[in-house]
Structure formats: structure tokens, C-alpha cells
């Protein structure tokens, strides 16, 4: 299998930074994403990591280790409207295959 | 402006009944997806295709049949043999070439059981 985990849910405040982990299995791994989905709507994309580090995208930035089947978002300054289900997602070679993990659903209290 | 449509927005069906999703890109993306999501869960894979005229089962195919005749569409029929029909159902497409190309998403069409 390839199976994608992440935590169930998180809470942070308002301002503050949070940090979602998401580990994948390596065999046949190809790149990740990360997306964004409010409560009812489809899934926006946020990020792509193919290559180990940091990309960074104004208050949001994913981490990549491929040897660790580790990926974060990392969620900047904090907004009430960033309250969403963040998706980590791995692609694999096999079949041209995007798996998502669960989800994890961020609140942010003020 | 391109994106990719899915109709209707809400579905009911009854028992015994055969339903179609319409997902229609006008991207001019190779690939096209349906993914299933239940409340509080992430996407599950139903079904993929990767060119016209061809398509592999997702992890959760079961119940549900495909067809890719056109490159822009590629509709998702849920059959009477799938006995829990009730979830969110999300289309996407995706350019084939290279693989930092993200999914797009249409905006989902919700089914229920009458």
C-alpha cells in the first residue's frame, strides 16, 4: 500500500504558527502536494515538493525529506479564514497516481 | 475561462436506481479523476484515466463505472451495486506530462439516498 498519514485534526490561535506533518511511503514516490479544502468546496492546491527542502509561498510553506517519507505545512501568521481541512497528497510513479491522506482539520481560535 | 464542471450539484437516488456525474474539462488535460470523500475523511480513488478510451479502477471501484470517449469528459455512473452511495463526489483533471502538475478540482456534486 501507500498509505499518506497526517493528524486527524489541530487547533492554533489566531496570529500564531502551525505546523501539520504528513509521513508517505518512499517506494515509487514522485513528488507532494499539498491542498486546501473548506467545509462543502473542492480542494484547492497550495504546494509541490519534488526535491528535499523548503519552498516557501508568502505565509505558507511545505518541507520535503524524501529519504524520511516526511513532508510539513507550515501556516504562517495565522488567519480566522485559514479554519480548512489541509490534504497531503504523494504521487506515484506507478500508474500516474495521486494518494490522499485523510486530511487535517486546522481550527484557529482567536 | 477553462476549468472543470461537474453536474449536477446534488443528486438524489433511489433504491435500485443507476445515477450519472457529468465532469467536463476544458483544460485540454490528458488525465481525469473521481475521487469519493465522506465526512470527516480525505479523497478516495474510484476511478482514473489516463488517456481516451482507457481507465483503471481506483482503490474503491466497486459499484461505479467509467467511460473516457471524449478527451474533455469523463463521466462517472454509480450503479444499484453500490449499497452506500451517500458521500461527496469530486471530479479532476490533471495535465499528464511531468509530474509537479497539480489536480484541479470541479466543485463536487453531492449524493444522497432517498
Known amino acids: 500500500g501507500q498509505n499518506i498519514d497526517q493528524p486527524t485534526e489541530m487547533t492554533a490561535t489566531e496570529g500564531a504558527i502551525v505546523q501539520i506533518n504528513c509521513t508517505y511511503q518512499?517506494?515509487?514516490?514522485?513528488?507532494l502536494f499539498w491542498y486546501q479544502q473548506h467545509a462543502g468546496e473542492a480542494p484547492t492546491f497550495l504546494s509541490y515538493?519534488?526535491?528535499?527542502g523548503l519552498e516557501e509561498k508568502g505565509r505558507f510553506s511545505s518541507f520535503l525529506s524524501r529519504s524520511k517519507g516526511y513532508s510539513y505545512l507550515l501556516l504562517k501568521e495565522l488567519q480566522m479564514k485559514d479554519s480548512a481541512s489541509y490534504l497531503c497528497?504523494?504521487?506515484?510513479?506507478?500508474?500516474?497516481?495521486?494518494?490522499f491522506g485523510q486530511g487535517t482539520e486546522l481550527s484557529v481560535k482567536p | 475561462d477553462g476549468g472543470i464542471t461537474q453536474s449536477p450539484k446534488y443528486l438524489f437516488r433511489k433504491e435500485g436506481q443507476n445515477v450519472t456525474l457529468s465532469c467536463e474539462q476544458n483544460?485540454?488535460?490528458?488525465?481525469m479523476y473521481w475521487y469519493r470523500q465522506d465526512p470527516g475523511q480525505g479523497l478516495r480513488l474510484i476511478y482514473y484515466?489516463?488517456?481516451?478510451?482507457?481507465?483503471q479502477k481506483g482503490d474503491i471501484a466497486e459499484g461505479y463505472s467509467v467511460s473516457r470517449e471524449k478527451k474533455e469528459s469523463f463521466p462517472l455512473t454509480v450503479t444499484s451495486a453500490q449499497k452506500n452511495p451517500t458521500a461527496f463526489y469530486l471530479c479532476?483533471?490533471?495535465?499528464?506530462?511531468?509530474?509537479?502538475?497539480?489536480?484541479?478540482f470541479g466543485d463536487g456534486t453531492r449524493l444522497s439516498i432517498l
Open positions: 497528497a504523494a504521487f506515484y510513479n506507478q500508474g500516474g497516481k495521486l494518494i
Open positions: 518512499t517506494s515509487g514516490f514522485n513528488g
Open positions: 483544460l485540454n488535460h490528458d488525465a
Open positions: 515538493n519534488v526535491l528535499d
Open positions: 479532476a483533471s490533471r495535465r499528464q506530462s511531468g509530474s509537479n502538475q497539480p489536480q484541479h
Open positions: 484515466s489516463q488517456i481516451v478510451n482507457d481507465f
